[in-house]
């Protein structure tokens, strides 16, 4: 037998996922998780919605076979209910067909088939990614074989958009090359464009020649589940071929399910199809079928109107929960005489915001008070409670003065 595993160096634990496994180890009672990207309630807890428990209870008393999902890129109705949710219903896109969605495991798998499709399409192509981004975006599309390269998206000094370097850096972005967009939400930083800029960006493409590819893993947290495509919707006039993957781990809650879809925008029904044909292929290769339980969920809420309401209403309290966190924590800092000023917290969307805390706060925070925060100093607000935020903005406090 040859010797093979002992001569491998060990991998280093993802940057991410890593501290949530040293959190679970940590016993410190008091200890605050706000690392990996989880939504939590005001008790701590990442609930079942209760949309999705009645699904689930349907789907029990009706489910008649586990045979595979067919075809492998997902059935006719979670494709449509995926792009009604993306463009609303009576879009244009719709009627012309011009578009395809696969069913994937999560906005992981969405990303992971977008780039082998690439890989395909255009051998050792570039994916331009914001910097800063989600850790895993170099890594999926590396893994295809395709380049990366970055973009400038944020501006630490100003705490805002940098929004004229990034056009300007769009602007060079050769034809044929992609271009990854977070949809609403940008993880890290809670930043997102305005409308303005995102029709901005869109001509750019246009432009350009550029293909845009959303990550939209966070629909419906920012302002609304149509608003939220508001960027979207800037890049679908035609013309373009737009990637989107979308992922329901947040908005559904079925992080462990792993339901997630890649759509494709094409200029027409034939090329679309041409698409789909090689996307199928690509999963087939990869992990054959979807898993089919979280998309049985989604598509069962999506297509009836009470579950749907019941759906829209819970996304919402999840919405308005981490906004009113956002609120609590700046006002918490400085009630307890924290000179520097978080209130840009409060215009950022989604779960995620750039501290602007450095790496030896991070580290001080971790080991004097068992608050567990990316290196990069990006927090997971949901992370925020009622009941920790008092613990949390002393710690802060501390560690700043
Ligand atoms: C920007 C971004 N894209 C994609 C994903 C992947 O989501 P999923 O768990 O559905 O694979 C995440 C999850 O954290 C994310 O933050």
Redesign the pocket.
């Known amino acids: 037998m040859i010797i093979m595993f002992e001569q491998l160096e060990t991998a280093p634990p993802d940057p991410?996922l890593g501290i949530g496994e040293a959190f679970k180890k940590d016993p410190n009672p008091n200890k605050i998780n706000l690392s990996?990207?989880v939504y939590c309630d005001e008790n701590g807890k990442t609930p079942v919605l209760k949309s999705v428990k009645k699904a689930e209870e349907r789907i029990l008393a009706s489910e008649k076979t586990k045979n595979y999902v067919n075809p492998n890129s997902g059935t006719a109705e979670y494709c449509a209910a995926v792009q009604e949710l993306l463009f609303g219903g009576g879009h244009e896109i719709l009627a012309s067909k011009r578009s395809v969605t696969a069913h994937t495991?999560?906005?992981?798998?969405?990303?992971r088939v977008s780039g082998d499709f690439i890989s395909f399409l255009k051998p050792g192509a570039t994916v331009w990614l914001s910097d800063p981004?989600?850790p895993?975006?170099p890594g999926i599309f590396q893994a295809s074989g395709l380049n990366v390269a970055n973009y400038p998206y944020y501006d630490a000094g100003s705490r805002k958009l940098d929004f004229m370097p990034m056009l300007e850096a769009l602007k060079k972005v050769p034809a044929g090359d992609f271009v990854v967009l977070?949809g609403c939400c940008h993880?890290p930083t809670g930043m997102d464009p305005t409308v303005n800029e995102w029709n901005a960006i869109a001509e750019v493409a246009a432009k350009q020649g550029w293909a845009p590819l959303f990550?939209f893993?966070?629909q419906g947290l920012a302002d609304g589940v149509r608003e939220d495509a508001r960027g979207l919707s800037q890049f679908l006039a035609g013309g373009l071929e737009v990637y989107i993957?979308s992922?329901?781990?947040?908005n559904f809650g079925l992080?462990n399910e792993?339901?997630?879809a890649l759509t494709l925008v094409a200029d027409s029904e034939s090329s679309a199809q041409k698409a789909l044909s090689h996307l199928k292929r690509t999963i087939r290769t990869n992990y054959s079928n979807p898993p089919a339980h979280g998309s049985n969920i989604v598509t069962t809420i999506l297509n009836d109107a009470a579950l749907r309401k019941e759906w829209d209403g819970e996304v919402k309290g999840m919405r308005d929960r981490i906004a009113g966190m956002r609120q609590a924590f700046v006002n918490t800092l400085k009630a307890k005489g924290v000179a520097q000023d978080f209130s840009f917290l409060t215009t950022q969307k989604g779960m995620?915001s750039f501290s602007g805390l450095n790496k030896a706060h991070v580290d001080t925070l971790k080991e004097k008070y068992g608050v567990y925060i990316v290196g990069s100093g990006r927090i997971n607000v949901a992370g925020m409670t009622p009941g920790n935020m008092d613990a949390l903005c002393d710690a802060i406090c501390k560690v700043l003065t």
Do not use: E, M, Q
């Open positions: 991410i990996i990207g495991p999560g906005g992981t798998g969405a990303l981004t989600w895993n975006h977070h993880n990550d893993a966070y993957c992922s329901f781990s947040k992080y792993r339901v997630g995620f």
